[in-house]
């Protein structure tokens, strides 16, 4: 199929592409890698009066080291992000989840900012920028600002960036030693999306669990953090029965969707057992991973 | 000539890599809807999106007025002239077909069924305007599930009907004088097993969304389409528009796949011809991925009630079956035969003295079901092979001794079953054995035992199928016995030019099976000349006229010995050539490698050997030819098979299943075929992997899911999942050679073997592991959360009924609250 | 309409386009290089497969004037000189094709693969072109396909 028709305009900088936006007005929409709303423009489930494409902005793109975090241009794809040498030091864990979205031609196109501004709760960025405590770089008429991951996911496909602003960066703080991660994404076949992913970070004392975040992909109708599992989960042991009583807050305040992939208290179970075994792949990586 | 050639290698048996590469793997491709003609205008079909409602107001004349739009029209535009899509197999001589528009005229019954057509210069242009199209709808509730449809009183799905039933077909062996009559192995058996399995819907997802173009030439047309079935098509067409049969031309260029999905004439072909026919131009017509997931035909969709009757000594005494089956909103060209084609087949490789098959084809507002891979063979083998192994359990016996005590030995061939076949060949215990070897059975059963005793989350199952099927279609007076419009034979030409190279002229007609290959090597040999001199011509009914198509595993095993059979009368004519140009009696000439040679005499011998070729292009000159005799080698065959092909084999899946999460993931799977003499291993070992593919997507993957207002929910790729290439495993692929004693070749059907056989082995491995938590079904496809609702006992209920585990809506062939007994 | 300018297998090409076109249509329907074909709406089949600036892409999900300036490949441009690409050769030899619908998009992410990762595993070859469904082959010989290449490249 085909979309219906639209106007199209290329800015060649955050500036225009912030003005791009204010004049499209409220029917506009920003084009990013376009993987997810291509799709949707074909089956015409959207109908932009006009597209931004901010893809030819070059200071969208790349990753950068600003010393307690690095900085992912919102444009950077998902391939580019998966082979970035500061992403693979600093932020395992988005290498990882990275790696389940899609599939390679996707990734070649889709961007790390795109995902996360499209905040489809099955998509698997939005779990893990929670669990990192990702801040939101965003540009609009009045400057920039930054949102706290925890205060951008709104509602379904909806985030805190407001009509006229643009999603220009994510700032990822680096862990530091000692912290470990691991993403595990559930899905039903290799294309589809995820059912429940659980994206993990802990930091271990010893044998003991000091600190954990966890992030839930499809949980709800926007990614969350499992806070009854992560405040359990703190000087917890770190073997599958030092974790058991943790893991089984998992699906607590979630308010898990049913779907064709499965119902809420499916969810609700797969998601305990997910957390478990990310938490215990975490652990067993070691720091670094 | 001085030296003698060396015989050239046999061409049967090798494994030739495909003549019709080169052009697929370079892009140089003859799609239909690569097709551009002058002034041709594109087509959009405005879709129904209720699932069951009256037309009361449809106007399309906002399309107009839209940019590049030439014409609009509604059904009402076409109701004097479309006719009704043909359904040519009226089963039963009261079956009920209340016809089948291609345009809805008064009434849509399915989401996804035409209601307007726009022509446009671009398609683009023809898409826009479906939006300026007006169709007020008054809904009518929606017929969904099968047993509710029967009851008195319930929606009509057609207002021109009785009854949502179209008909009752029954074959009891009893009556029929082939076995023993039913009811006394009821009321006799010692065991008595009943089950009923779900055969959920499928959707054939061929990877070439369909397409027609169209160009009307004088009075007739010629239709270029994605389909299966040219020269059906060609005769359909003709009887459905009332063209005269000799004024169209049916080609089927490049065609991508077809698996039983391209086996109709669509109410697309039909709407295309119309259009094009009515403006005097060329149109073309192509579906998205999302008309065609939603208004090409589905597959399976069958309730099956089957109850197994034994001693306790493990012989199985009868067989009952009962099958509701889905046809949908109309009846398409052979859907309401495709579960009788499994109705013989429910006995399966075991001897039976009992037997009775009981189908109910019923009419839902959802797409119309008709052939998908296997077609009503996959269901039989399913529900007798899960069934086989429910009754092994009830016995406490081993799955495969219960087989093994039931199965027709190899040396009672041939045999004649419970249902009156004739099966010729088979040798169930070599492929077995085989397979069980490959597998390392004994092996994984230890560990299945450790892994039950250790209580590992993740246990392991391991099943069996054990199947044989009917295929090459088909003998034309069962077919006729059977209602069938149709017959089932095929024909061929065989040409050889002037230079020696030969023409193959089949009424068969390829998409993707490698037919050209495996062709060619037949000819090459029969006629010793080289393979590639062999040039195979298909598929277009100007240049291969006579045929009935391909479906059915019938390409080699019946267009296959028509071929041969040309292939002989040509030789035969050759014999009466040579013999007059070497002046011997054609009784004393040999005809070896191409060549035809005086007996006793050395081949190559002065004066006393001919070849093909100088025999070809002596018959082209004609010179100097027998009295009487055309000066042509040239030579027809039409070929009517007098029994079926019945390829067998042994199928074992071992599953891990993760009681945790539900995920199975199938750790081996071995399969054993024995399709008879090989032409092309190479080929039949991709037929096999396709199969299995399929087979194990029904099992594992997929389901065409409607909701409780009758949209298909499983409108895209996104939620209707073909699996792709990390969910499948390597097969471990084998073969047993026992001949077919049906055809001068030794071959049997391969096409669908694959996809019948492997649905049952993976099934039953997830019972298998699954037994320990009392477990004795899951219903497919064995989705994670179905199976993890199964491991957890208490919501068996939900795994099983229906689409439940589908977010509770009651979506699926039935809800499963009407318990079978 | 908005121009564009864009490299299709070694010719370079500038037209005005509609913004909601479809690079695989714009390859289909105004260059006629109806090699690459379309098999869904959804992104799911990857027929449509093919390179776009180096990397694979589903030209069903890319706008053509998000092309603009780029370079494309496709399935059309990989023979040179009428000598098959290496994969295209091992797609035939191994019989990795059967109706070959999704064989120009499937031997396109193949490739990508290779590129990215010349040693696969099978496991890596598979989820390598997950992003492509093939109806016909159960996929098993377009994986053989893919490690004949990278052994030969070895």
């Not at chain 1, 930054?146 to 862990?175: C, G, H, Q």
């Not at chain 1, 691991?182 to 802990?202: D, L, P």
Request: with cysteine.
């Amino acid at each position: 199929m085909i979309p219906a028709a639209f106007d199209y305009v290329r800015p060649g900088s955050i500036d225009e592409a912030v003005s791009a936006i204010a004049a499209a007005g409220e029917d506009g929409k920003v084009l990013a890698g376009g993987q997810s709303l291509i799709p949707v423009l074909r089956l015409r489930l959207a109908y932009p009066s006009t597209l931004v494409d901010v893809g030819r902005i070059p200071e969208l793109r790349g990753v950068r080291d600003d010393d307690g975090a690095i900085v992912i241009g919102a444009m950077t794809t998902h391939h580019d992000v998966m082979h970035d040498a500061l992403v693979r030091q600093h932020a395992p864990l988005i290498v990882q989840a990275t790696a389940t979205v899609a599939d390679p031609q996707v990734r070649h196109r889709g961007t790390f900012g795109g995902a996360l501004a499209h905040a489809d709760p099955a998509g698997d960025l939005g779990a893990v920028a929670l669990a990192l405590g990702c801040e939101f770089v965003c540009v609009g008429p009045g400057g920039e600002r930054r949102v706290a991951a925890s205060d951008f996911f709104l509602d379904y496909l909806t985030t805190a960036l407001s009509p006229d602003e643009l999603l220009t960066a994510i700032r990822v703080p680096k862990l530091g030693p000692g912290w470990a991660s691991h993403y595990e994404k559930f899905n039903r076949v290799a294309q589809a999306w995820s059912i429940v992913g659980v994206a993990v970070a802990v930091r271990q004392d010893g044998g003991t669990i000091a600190d954990a975040r966890v992030g839930l992909t499809n949980m709800g109708s926007t990614p969350l953090r499992a806070t009854a599992t992560e405040q359990a989960l703190s000087g917890a042991s770190a073997t599958a029965d030092g974790i058991a009583s943790a893991v089984a807050h998992a699906a607590e305040g979630t308010h898990a969707p049913s779907d064709l992939s499965g119902q809420a208290d499916y969810r609700e179970h797969l998601v305990r057992v997910l957390t478990g075994r990310a938490v215990l792949a975490a652990c067993a990586a070691g720091p670094g991973a | 000539m001085t030296a003698v050639a060396a015989r050239p290698e046999a061409e049967i048996g090798k494994a030739r890599t495909r003549k019709e590469d080169q052009h697929l793997i370079t892009g140089r491709t003859t799609w239909t809807d690569n097709m551009v003609l002058p002034g041709m205008v594109h087509l959009a079909i405005l879709r129904s999106p209720m699932a069951h409602a009256t037309i009361t107001s449809i106007d399309a004349s906002g399309a107009l007025s839209r940019p590049g739009v030439i014409a609009a029209y509604t059904g009402a535009d076409f109701a004097e002239t479309q006719g009704n899509v043909p359904c040519a197999w009226p089963v039963t001589p009261d079956m009920v077909n209340p016809g089948a528009p291609s345009l809805a005229v008064t009434q849509v019954n399915c989401v996804g069924e035409a209601v307007a057509v726009v022509a446009a210069r671009t398609k683009v242009e023809a898409q826009d305007a479906l939006e300026a199209i007006d169709v007020e709808y008054e809904p009518l509730p929606p017929v969904l599930d099968l047993e509710a449809a029967l009851v008195e009183g319930s929606t009509l799905v057609h207002p021109n009907t009785t009854s949502n039933k179209s008909y009752t077909w029954t074959f009891d062996s009893g009556v029929a004088g082939t076995g023993a009559p039913i009811d006394d192995a009821l009321a006799a058996a010692e065991i008595t097993v009943k089950r009923r399995f779900l055969q959920q819907r499928l959707i054939p997802s061929f990877m070439e969304p369909r397409s027609t173009v169209v160009q009307p030439i004088g009075d007739g047309v010629t239709i270029w389409s994605a389909t299966q079935i040219p020269h059906i098509l060609r005769t359909m067409l003709a009887l459905t528009l009332g063209i005269p049969e000799q004024k169209v031309r049916a080609i089927a260029p490049d065609v991508g796949g077809g698996f039983g999905g391209k086996i109709v004439v669509s109410p697309e072909e039909i709407i295309t011809t119309l259009v094009a026919r009515r403006l005097g131009k060329p149109a073309k017509y192509t579906e998205s991925r999302s008309e065609s997931l939603m208004a090409a035909h589905h597959g399976r969709a069958q309730i099956q009630d089957v109850t197994i009757t034994a001693k306790r000594d493990g012989t199985v005494t009868g067989l009952d079956v009962h099958l509701l089956a889905d046809m949908g909103a109309y009846l398409r060209l052979v859907g309401p035969g495709v579960p009788i084609l499994g109705a013989f087949m429910y006995p399966a490789i075991y001897k039976i003295p009992a037997y009775r098959f009981v189908c109910d084809g019923i009419f839902t507002t959802k797409a119309p079901t008709d052939a998908y891979r296997g077609a009503g063979r996959p269901e039989a083998t399913f529900a007798i092979e899960r069934i086989m192994d429910e009754l092994a359990h009830e016995l406490d016996m081993d799955p495969m001794e219960l087989r093994r005590k039931n199965w027709i030995k190899h040396e009672e061939f041939p045999f004649t079953t419970v249902c009156g076949l004739t099966y010729d060949t088979g040798n169930y215990e070599a492929a077995t054995e085989k397979a069980l070897a490959l597998m390392g059975w004994d092996e994984l059963r230890t560990e299945q035992a450790q892994r039950r005793a250790s209580g590992d989350p993740v246990q392991l199952g391991l099943g069996i199928s054990t199947f044989t099927e009917m295929c090459g279609l088909a003998p034309s007076r069962v077919l006729g016995s059977l209602d069938y419009g149709a017959g089932g034979w095929e024909h061929a030409s065989v040409r050889v030019l002037a230079t020696g190279k030969v023409e193959v002229v089949t009424g068969i007609s390829p998409h993707g099976q490698g037919h050209e290959t495996g062709f060619s090597q037949i000819v090459a040999d029969k006629l010793g000349v080289p393979f590639e001199d062999v040039e195979i011509i298909h598929g277009d009914t100007q240049s291969s006229p006579k045929g009935l198509d391909t479906y059915g595993s019938r390409s080699l095993v019946v267009g296959g010995i028509a071929v041969v059979k040309a292939a002989d009368k040509v030789i035969e004519k050759a014999r009466q050539v040579a013999a007059h140009v070497l002046e011997v009696s054609g009784d004393d000439l040999e005809f070896e490698a191409g060549s035809f040679t005086v007996k006793g005499m050395p081949a190559g011998a002065a004066g006393s050997t001919m070849s093909l070729g100088e025999i070809a292009f002596a018959t082209f000159a004609a010179h100097n030819l027998p009295d009487g005799m055309e000066p042509s080698l040239d030579s027809d065959a039409t070929f009517d098979p007098e029994n079926f092909s019945f390829p067998h084999g042994t199928h074992l899946c071992a599953v891990d299943v993760d009681t945790e999460t539900g995920r199975v993931t199938i750790r081996k799977y071995v399969c054993v075929d024995d399709v008879g003499t090989a032409i092309n291993p190479l080929l039949i070992e991709g037929q096999v992997h396709g199969g299995l593919a399929q087979g194990i997507a029904q099992a594992l993957f997929e389901e065409a899911v409607y909701d409780d207002a009758g949209n298909l929910t499983t409108g895209t790729f996104v939620d209707y999942t073909p699996p792709s290439a990390p969910d499948l495993p390597s097969f471990i692929t084998d073969r047993t050679v026992t001949p077919a004693t049906s055809n001068p070749l030794g071959v049997k059907g391969v096409g669908e073997a694959g996809t019948i056989a492997s649905t049952p082995a993976v099934v039953n491995a997830v019972v298998d592991a699954l037994r320990p938590f009392g477990v004795d079904d899951v219903q497919m496809p064995m989705t994670p959360e179905r199976v993890w609702r199964a491991v957890k006992g208490s919501d068996r209920a939900r795994a099983e009924g229906g689409t439940n585990a589908y977010g509770g809506a009651s979506t699926s062939t039935s809800d499963g609250s009407v318990d079978p007994s | 309409m908005t121009k564009i300018s864009i490299t299709v297998d070694d010719v370079n090409y500038s037209d005005e386009v509609e913004p909601r076109t479809l690079l695989v249509h714009y390859l289909r329907e105004q260059l006629g290089k109806v090699g690459t074909v379309v098999g869904c709406d959804t992104s799911n089949c990857g027929a449509c497969t093919v390179e776009l600036d180096g990397q694979s892409v589903k030209s069903c999900t890319v706008l053509a004037v998000q092309a603009d300036g780029g370079t494309v490949t496709t399935i059309e441009g990989l023979a040179v000189n009428g000598e098959l690409a290496p994969m295209q050769q091992a797609f035939h030899d191994k019989h990795a094709l059967q109706c070959g619908y999704c064989t120009p998009g499937m031997i396109m992410a193949s490739r990508d693969l290779l590129k990215n990762n010349p040693h696969p595993s099978e496991a890596e070859i598979r989820e390598g072109i997950e992003g492509n469904l093939c109806r016909c082959t159960g996929y098993q010989n377009i994986v053989r396909a893919v490690q004949a290449v990278a052994g030969a490249t070895s």
